[in-house]
């Protein structure tokens, strides 16, 4: 069947996939509990009835916070089934930030899912007179629970209700606002992105031409439903019939990996960094041949190419997939055949042994304001160091003379909400969307990203310095974590660097450093030292300006909670550097 708007993916449930017993899976009371199809299609129908009984009207918004969950698609499909706009919000953002989205919004209703939420958003809903009621997802007393607009819409349904949702739905257009999403931004509040049904739809129909898998593969989701990256996934999966499991966390989602056995999932560049280091961790931990096994597979992988390698490194390889390889992809469940990677840049070194490996990594790219699709790789056509093709013909990209890439397409949002001036500067007069985003197309089909625009700055020398090339080459280092390299309007590069504890900690044990806290160990001269020959180490394959000079290592872990990293885990660059500022102005003391 055709979808146009998004709410029409429930049909295919009630014809296509109508015996599927697992569209969602959810970890609840110790194990995993299946929602069927016919769940789904009741949950979103009596929820739709729900919202119209309690007088929604088109255009009106219900604003969510919540964990990953099958009930926030029933939510999400019964809302925006009857014309009421889904404002979807991080669960992890500050008290300010939440203030702003829910007044700016007008959402009337908020539904987050667990007490901790509900203590927390509360007294900020209570000074906005827009919403008049908070609903949670799980089941606590005296509190309203979202079944509560369920049964009110099971209770009524009639022949009368049913029509009128109909004419509801049919009086939907693709390019009416489905939902409003607001970016987490490093910099500032967030914006309100306006993305219409047809936004997604257009690219449903792409990916599903892409994604070699069907309604007998198994998804797992862990990245967060508001991401419009997880988001555009969500929906692809569900076109498609793949069912979807939602882990418990991402603490645990190793284990929820190994019991689901997913075949495919999306994830943001950190966390696969975050597997790799510890893979690299249990290796050094080996001995004699298994250690010079395992690190020659890793060489090996790290080569890897789809053409033009020998028959003696395809014989070499098939070994190391038996022999190291295979380990690998037992412990992300043995049935991994894609992982999709998106939301910031992939170390190329990370998609080369992974893809040796047998579990491809295919690196995209695109914004909130793009919904997201702008570029993919994909199993026919991938190249390294690139993030793909476009997705479909009918989007144009375009590099300013500045290098920055423009984008045209199906999936450029409407606009930022109550935002015309925004909107405005980020979209030209001719239509072009400033990405702001630096970028070039290598033979003339693949996009390969440089850097943000705005991140990248001038030495006191006339050279301009990318920093995300040089943090990306740096995180290679199993001593470091997180790094913001800086600069501006001096005479040479320095960083500030976040290491990575648990592994220096492990060194630290090794070479029995004795200190009681992390501020302690970090001061240690020996620590210090052992970090700085990373560093030097690594500044050999940058260019002359792009080398770090000198660094500052800090006792932080820079997390979300703390601030220095967006719910993306982007780095919030701006705060980074007002936490350090008067340490790092000692770099630049002559």
């Not at 969510?64 to 809302?79: A, I, L, Y």
């Not at 089909?445 to 990318?466: P, Q």
């Not at 900690?505 to 620590?527: F, G, T």
Request: hydrophobic share 35%; charged share 30%.
């Amino acid at each position: 069947m055709q979808v146009t708007r998004i709410f029409d993916i429930i049909e295919k449930f009630k014809t296509e996939y109508k015996n599927k017993e697992d569209v969602f899976s959810a970890f609840e009371n110790g194990g995993l509990v299946n929602y069927s199809a016919t769940d789904y299609v009741n949950y979103s129908n009596w929820f739709s009835y729900g919202v119209l009984l309690k007088g929604f009207q088109k255009g009106d918004k219900i604003a969510t916070v919540s964990n990953n969950r099958p009930e926030w698609n029933f939510v999400d499909m019964g809302m925006v089934s009857a014309g009421v706009v889904h404002v979807p919000i991080y669960p992890t953002i500050g008290e300010e930030e939440y203030a702003h989205v829910l007044e700016h919004s007008e959402a009337k209703i908020l539904i987050v899912s667990d007490i901790d939420l509900y203590n927390k958003l509360k007294p900020i809903a209570d000074k906005i007179s827009a919403i008049t009621e908070i609903y949670t997802f799980d089941k606590i007393e005296g509190i309203p629970h979202w079944t509560d607009i369920v049964e009110l819409g099971k209770s009524k349904e009639d022949y009368k209700l049913r029509g009128k949702l109909k004419l509801i739905k049919d009086s939907i257009l693709p390019e009416d606002l489905l939902t409003i999403i607001y970016t987490s931004g490093t910099t500032g509040m967030p914006k309100g992105v306006m993305l219409s049904h047809n936004n997604f739809v257009y690219q449903l129909y792409k990916l599903d031409k892409i994604i070699p898998l069907s309604s007998k593969h198994k998804a797992i989701s862990f990245l967060p439903l508001c991401h419009v990256l997880e988001r555009i996934g969500n929906y692809t999966f569900q076109y498609m019939g793949i069912s979807i499991a939602y882990a418990e966390s991402i603490e645990k989602i190793s284990d929820n990996i190994r019991e689901v056995k997913p075949n495919v999932f999306i994830t943001v560049p950190r966390l696969l960094e975050r597997v790799y280091d510890k893979i690299i961790e249990k290796g050094k931990g080996l001995e004699g041949t298994k250690r010079v096994l395992f690190f020659r597979a890793l060489d090996i992988g790290h080569n890897f190419d789809f053409k033009g390698k020998s028959l003696s490194y395809s014989a070499k390889l098939k070994f190391y997939n038996l022999l190291i390889f295979s380990k690998w992809r037992e412990a992300l469940g043995g049935n991994v055949k894609m992982i999709i990677s998106g939301g910031a840049a992939l170390q190329e070194r990370l998609a080369r042994v992974f893809t040796a490996a047998q579990i491809p990594i295919y690196e995209g790219y695109g914004l909130t304001e793009t919904a997201p699709v702008i570029a993919v790789n994909h199993p026919r056509h991938t190249m390294f160091g690139t993030v793909g093709p476009q997705l479909g013909k009918e989007q144009e990209i375009k590099i300013a003379e500045d290098g920055e890439i423009l984008f045209k397409g199906p999936n450029l949002m409407l606009g930022y909400y109550k935002d015309t001036e925004k909107t405005n500067e980020s979209i030209d007069e001719d239509g072009w969307f400033h990405t702001g985003d630096i970028g070039k197309l290598v033979g003339d089909d693949y996009l390969k990203i440089t850097d943000r625009k705005k991140e990248i700055f001038k030495l006191s020398t006339g050279k301009y310095v990318a920093p995300q090339v040089i943090e990306n080459v740096m995180k290679e280092s199993l001593f470091i974590d997180q790094l913001i390299v800086c600069g501006e309007n001096q005479k040479f590069t320095s960083a500030v660097i976040s290491p990575n504890f648990e592994f220096l900690h492990e060194w630290s044990h090794r070479k029995k450093i004795q200190y009681r806290e992390n501020d302690e160990l970090v001061k240690n001269p020996r620590v210090i030292a052992r970090i700085q020959e990373e560093v030097d180490k690594y500044n050999k394959r940058l260019g002359k300006t792009e080398r770090i000079k000198k660094i500052l290592v800090v006792h932080e872990t820079w997390t979300v909670e703390t601030g220095e990293l967006s719910p993306t885990l982007k780095l919030k660059r701006r705060f980074v550097k007002e936490r350090y500022k008067e340490r790092m102005k000692t770099f630049y003391v002559e």
